[in-house]
Nanobody, 118 residues
Framework: QVQLRESGGGLVQPGGSTRLSCKVS???????????LAWYRQAPGGERELVAL???????EYADSVKGRFTISRDYPKRTVHLQMNSLRPEDTAVYYC?????????WGQGTQVTVSS
């Protein structure tokens, strides 16, 4: 069974950095190579929104609000996707979710809290 487990996050000061990781288990490498990986976030009272996407072909996309500050990357052998978050702002505070989309199904992680506050 495919499972996604996020790690990282926590309390970060404005202007600070942190890195989120999402380990994908229960998936063989040949399927992982064709899987689109993404990070979403959901702030209190808000809707879940796309933050960054790493397509299976290696292309990336970012929400306008995080361009130039966040970087998504994939560690193929480790079946892991990372989100490097720099120059964090209070409005980045949210629960961050990892999402994996294969040819056949979509999977979500349980989410990890990122709070940006002094």
């Amino acid at each position: 069974q495919v499972q996604l487990r996020e790690s990282g996050g926590g309390l970060v000061q404005p202007g600070g950095s942190t890195r989120l990781s999402c380990k994908v288990s229960g998936i063989i490498l040949s399927v992982f190579s064709t899987t689109n990986l993404a990070w979403y976030r959901q702030a209190p009272g808000g809707e879940r929104e796309l933050v960054a996407l790493f397509s299976h072909d290696g292309t990336t996309e970012y929400a306008d609000s995080v361009k130039g500050r966040f970087t998504i990357s994939r560690d193929y052998p480790k079946r892991t996707v990372h989100l490097q978050m720099n120059s964090l702002r209070p409005e980045d505070t949210a629960v961050y979710y990892c999402k994996a989309t294969t040819t056949y199904a979509t999977y979500w992680g349980q989410g990890t809290q990122v709070t940006v506050s002094s």
